[in-house]
T-cell receptor
Framework: EAGVVQSPRYKIIEKKQPVAFWCNPI?????LYWYLQNLGQGPELLIR????????DSQLPKDRFSAERLKGVDSTLKIQPAELGDSAVYLC????????????FGPGTRLTVT | AQRVTQPEKLLSVFKGAPVELKCNYS??????LFWYVQYSRQRLQLLLR??SRESIKGFTADLNKGETSFHLKKPFAQEEDSAMYYC??????????FGPGTSLSVIP
């Protein structure tokens, strides 16, 4: 079992460019999370999916961020256009049900916006 | 407001000494608390949760609702305990809120 897979692991882009991150959760996990982690901070939830439905996207900056989880498996998080302040680690996690169950995290994607 | 605070960003202890990582939370409902750990070059992973009342790798944590705390303790620190530790709160809406983390360094 590979665990939660994320790609790319690192991404460097210029500001105003678009960027996309991909996540493949653990097989059978119906809940998927995208977190933002700034340096020296804990993960902050961007969006939570239960199967295909985004059940909590209250912290997702919808003017530039978008996410989708087609067929309730893989998910993609997109930023367009990227800003300097978006430089951070983007973490994907999955779990069997909601937050009561252990969340399994991916390795993260480190984004640098120049 | 729902919040998790970890007052120490860095904590250094000598090997064999007791260690306590502090966590306080703010939540009006019935909380579920967790400790997650990230070892160097590894993924964030669950260490323990308060509902299990278990000891993992010698660590324990007791939920104190009166003091709204969930401190992580270990009587004798080991070098392999050096890591980043995050306290997390689950709300009744299944939202998980992480604290800012404490970096534990165990000195040989």
């Amino acid at each position: 079992e590979a665990g939660v897979v994320q790609s790319p692991r690192y991404k460097i882009i210029e500001k105003k460019q678009p960027v996309a991150f991909w996540c493949n959760p653990i097989s059978g996990h119906n809940t998927l999370y995208w977190y933002l982690q700034n340096l020296g901070q804990g993960p902050e939830l961007l969006i939570r999916y239960e199967n295909e439905e985004a059940v909590d996207d209250s912290q997702l900056p919808k003017d530039r961020f978008s996410a989708e989880r087609l067929k309730g498996v893989d998910s993609t998080l997109k930023i367009q256009p990227a800003e300097l302040g978006d430089s951070a680690v983007y973490l994907c996690a999955s779990s069997l049900v909601g937050g009561s169950y252990e969340q399994y995290f991916g390795p993260g994607t480190r984004l640098t916006v120049t | 407001a729902q919040r998790v605070t970890q007052p120490e960003k860095l904590l250094s202890v000598f090997k064999g000494a007791p260690v306590e990582l502090k966590c306080n939370y703010s939540y009006s409902g019935s909380p579920e608390l967790f400790w997650y750990v990230q070892y160097s070059r590894q993924r964030l992973q669950l260490l323990l949760r308060h509902i299990s009342r278990e000891s993992i790798k010698g660590f324990t944590a007791d939920l104190n609702k009166g003091e709204t705390s969930f401190h992580l303790k270990k009587p004798f620190a080991q070098e392999e305990d050096s890591a980043m530790y995050y306290c997390a709160l689950k709300t009744s809406y299944d939202k998980v809120i992480f604290g800012p983390g404490t970096s534990l360094s165990v000195i040989p």
